[in-house]
């Protein structure tokens, strides 16, 4: 690894070309992954590209009359230099603030290389590449202004939200009213029938973590995501087994209290919290009336809790 002051100019120029193909490369993933989901993003991303690409093809020209036709291969982890590494596009903001990263990286580059250049024309070049990339954040603009209306961007937006829907919010509310509700009914049911706070602890504990493995399991094997677009099997999986076994835990874990009668009042309550939060989910998420998602949520948890009831008072 060598210090970036001790690069030789011909170094510099296939550094910088290194650089180009990589952003270029870059620019072309982010539009490949957006291009089904986010079309207008991605023919903007797809423009970036070739505008890198054209950088390239520059630098490419210069090397050729003054080195020949061999590239040495020198990457940027072949330098002692700040990097901005290529991020998982986790969404539009996310992908557009890492594109912005990588063109203020790059001017930072030139900027420098072009002062520890004597050679003229290389200098010029890298120059010019410089002033370029500063004057890219107002080609993007107008790119995005090109690509993007404000109707695709609301779209856009409207399908990102959709997705999270999608992989996230929707395994995690299942989850969480399956450890919620369906564990209401073992637990209040060994608490009655034992009146033992401990034993109810250990009911609670295995139904809670039981559910999760079992919710988990079912959510990651129910559809790979390439059909139905829902995403990561692994990650809707791991998602719903941890709401299912806090859902279950919520109610459980007061009886680590030794006063029976008190657990259940606490646990009582914890009931009514996590009801009370499935229904903002729904209405938050899910688009359902408030008064609606409470109501089900509400005749649901009676139900189950009423059943462990009468179960345990048997």
Same mark, same amino acid.
């Given at each position: ?18 650089? =180009? ?24 991303? #797809? /423009?970036?590209?070739? =505008?890198?690409?054209?950088? $390239? ?6 090397? $050729? ?15 002692? $230099?700040?990097?901005? %590494? ?21 001017? +930072? ?5 072009? +002062? ?18 500063? +004057? ?34 929707? @395994?995690?509310? /299942?989850?969480?009213?399956?450890? #919620? ?44 995501? #390439? ?54 989910? +729904?209405?938050? %998420?899910?688009?359902? @009336? ?25």
């Amino acid at each position: 690894m060598k210090n970036f002051s001790e690069l030789t100019e011909q170094e510099l120029l296939a550094l910088a070309v290194s650089l =180009e193909e990589e952003d270029n490369r870059t620019y072309g993933d982010f539009a490949e992954a957006l291009r089904d989901t986010y079309p207008a993003t991605a023919k903007l991303f #797809s /423009a970036m590209a070739d =505008e890198e690409d054209r950088h $390239r093809h520059r630098l490419l020209d210069l090397y $050729r009359q003054k080195f020949g036709e061999h590239i040495p291969l020198i990457r940027r982890q072949d330098v002692r $230099r700040k990097s901005v %590494w290529l991020l998982r596009p986790l969404g539009l903001d996310t992908v557009r603030a890492h594109a912005e990263l990588m063109e203020a990286e790059s001017k +930072r580059f030139y900027v420098r290389a072009a +002062r520890h250049s004597s050679d003229a024309s290389i200098r010029q070049l890298l120059g010019d590449l410089a002033a370029e990339e500063k +004057r890219h954040e107002e080609k993007a603009m107008q790119l995005e202004s090109q690509f993007i209306t404000a109707e695709m961007d609301k779209q856009e937006h409207q399908s990102e939200r959709r997705l999270f829907v999608l992989q996230i919010v929707q @395994p995690g509310l /299942a989850g969480l009213m399956d450890g #919620s509700v369906s564990t209401l009914a073992p637990l209040f049911a060994a608490a009655l029938a034992t009146k033992d706070s401990g034993q109810t602890l250990l009911v609670g504990l295995a139904a809670a973590i039981g559910a999760g493995i079992s919710m988990g399991f079912a959510e990651a094997l129910s559809d790979n995501g #390439s059909l139905t677009g829902r995403g990561s099997p692994i990650l809707r999986g791991v998602v719903c087994g941890l709401m299912t076994m806090l859902g279950g835990l919520g109610h459980a874990l007061p009886y680590l209290i030794a006063d029976f009668w008190t657990a259940t009042t606490v646990a009582a309550g914890v009931v009514a919290v996590e009801l009370a939060a499935i229904a903002f989910i +729904r209405n938050r %998420w899910m688009d359902t @009336p408030i008064l609606s998602a409470a109501l089900q949520v509400v005749v649901g948890g009676l139900l189950v809790f009423g059943t462990g009831i009468l179960i345990g008072s048997s």
